[in-house]
């Protein structure tokens, strides 16, 4: 009698093991981010970012609301593959680590997610040149799953234009 309910026991945590595994691949493998961003940009234009988050499943995903230092990991780089530096602000924002200012939001079955960031407010993105960027974002299936990972593939875009387009930068028609 107490070896098959022994047996009983160690199938349910086995079970329920398997179940956390199965969510936890829900969040990883199913839900989908995408990244936009121009790929030429004039000087003094700000570097604009559109970020998606596509939840295709049956089962809510949780995700982190915030100021883009709390909520990504971004790695800019030049065409050397050398990081790019913050911007003044940037630092300022990258120091701040309160906890405080990070919001759970739901993201319901079938539903979608987007939120814009400006780049250029982050980073030196200043001189002309090619850049490339990825995004690193953590989503959650449930409180008692750890997060997983959803990283984009390194975008290009480029910073330059010719003389025509300089001052639409400015903000002036031409």
Known sequence: MKSSALIMLIASVYSMTALADDVGNIAENSCQMSVNISTIFVPLEPVVVNITLTNPTETELYFALGRPSLVYEIEVLDID????????????????????????????????????????????????????????????????IPAKYLESPFLQFEIGGNAKEMPRAWGVKP
Not at 91 to 119: A, C, H, M, W
């Open 81 to 144: 593959g050398v990081a790019i530096p913050l911007t003044r602000y940037g630092i300022k924002e990258d120091k701040i680590k309160d906890g405080k200012q990070v919001y759970r939001s739901r993201l319901g079955p079938k539903e979608n997610f987007t939120e814009q960031i400006v780049l250029s407010r982050f980073y030196d993105l200043s001189l002309y040149g090619k850049y490339s960027l990825k995004f690193k974002r953590r989503i959650h299936s449930t409180d008692t």
